[in-house]
């Protein structure tokens, strides 16, 4: 009886120790409540004490969660640092992660599984011709979900012709290593290659001088084999717009080398995909109607309008909203899947209806977690 009653002190010694203060500090304030009114009741002395230890214990209840939701808070940023070397507030890629979160898981399993199949079997598998066929996937948060999906990718018969998959996408490689028994998937991690650059942290992305020269390497290298090679990149974006009553596609990024790597590859492969989820595309005509909506303390976007050149090789794959959708992009989805004037890019035929997962109060902060394009969607779509 005396080791468990032990027992349960030491268990809930911090709630006794709560207790035990706030009765002390309820009867002294009362007390001296007592002492300036001269005489009081003795009932208002029990209504007086009770209330200040309600009031106190309530205070010392909240602080002492308070305390309890930080030392988990520290124990989830060592992790965090211990496996990625960041905390949550330090990293841009972990909160734009939260962003479409299961819109891009979706979009990621329409465009592998679809789309890139689909591709590599009809323009690649079945044409004798090519040599070669390299794949370079763009870093973010829309592009990290393919990864996994890619082990999957069908291409033995061009394993045999020197395929390969190239990347700047730090997270993305994570995702490769996070997969069990790769000896059971189409491909492994030495079927894909980092591209060398500075390292960034914030976008766990490879960018910077030694990113352009790779790239401008391997297009030299290319012209000069003489072999009939195929490039097709996916890229992404902070931000697309889409200009002239959603007739061009422009590309906006921010970030030391983002955009030079973006450009390099849309410049130099024969198929571009861009991917994003619907609530990523402002039908804006300016760059500086997207700067100008930005707080004081954000850095500005930098754009690249794709050429009308490569039009048909260039494809945006993104989402749709079903006809009864609550969404607030509602009219923006037809006015895009009805748009067929597009001068600088297609739309992919496997765009899908992507079906909310949240409740109406929840679909303005869903649809547009930043706050910024939030606060101004009306005079945006």
Known sequence: MYDRGSRLIKKYKGELLIGIITTFLSIILTYFISIIFSSIEPIMF???ALGFFVVILLGAILFNQKRLLDAKFKQVNFILRSEFGFTFNQNQFFKRQQHFTIEKKEIAHTFVNQVLQELVEKKFNQDSSVNELNLFFDSG????????LLLNLNVQEMKGHNFHIYTNNLAGIDEIHK?????EFNLNERDFSLIP??????????TGTSTQKFLNAMWASQEKSGKNIKNVCVLTANWFL????????????RGPGHMDFKKNLFENCNFTFLLAPLGKLLPLDTLGDLNDLLPDKEDKYECF???????????????YRQNDSPSPL???SIRLRENKKSENYILCEKNFEYRLKCDRTELAITEFPHKYIRVNYQKIF
């Open 330 to 332: 509602f009219n923006f």
């Open 46 to 48: 029990v209504v007086f």
């Open 141 to 148: 948060t829309t592009i990290t979900p393919i990864f996994p």
């Open 242 to 253: 889409l200009r002239k009553g959603l007739r061009r596609i422009a590309i906006c990024a």
């Open 197 to 206: 650059g500075q390292p960034l942290n914030k976008y766990r992305a490879t």
């Open 305 to 319: 309008e794709l050429p009308k050149n490569k039009c048909e090789q260039t494809v945006l794959v993104t989402t």
């Open 179 to 183: 997969a069990p028994n790769q000896d």
